[in-house]
């Protein structure tokens, strides 16, 4: 038992060296792996443009203008704008003043 012992020392000693430096060479490419997995997987946060109403939302390439009345217009980050209606426009969604129910 103490020759396979020996002959085991004598080749963990001779190969120490190479060993070693193969063993740092896969860490550093697992730690290249991990790095790209987690950079290309989470999602990267976009500087979006501020927007602070809908005529501002409804110049931004990638906002979306629901066709409803009024009009809204979303962000790709959510925001939510609804164009504001003239008071013409207000006026005209009433009833006529003589209608009854």
Do not use: H
Not at 29 to 46: A, G, H, N, Q
Not at 57 to 63: E, G, L, P, V
């Amino acid at each position: 038992m103490s020759k396979k012992l020996e002959t085991v020392k004598f080749i963990l000693k001779e190969n120490a060296k190479p060993l070693i430096l193969s063993l740092l060479w896969l860490a550093f490419l697992i730690s290249i792996v991990v790095f790209l997995v987690l950079r290309f997987t989470r999602p990267s946060p976009r500087s979006s443009p501020k927007v602070s109403s809908f005529e501002e939302c409804a110049q931004i390439k990638d906002s979306r203008i629901q066709e409803s009345y009024p009009e809204r217009c979303i962000t790709r980050d959510g925001l939510s704008f609804t164009r504001q209606l003239s008071a013409e426009e207000k006026q005209n969604l009433l009833p006529p003043s003589g209608f009854q129910e």
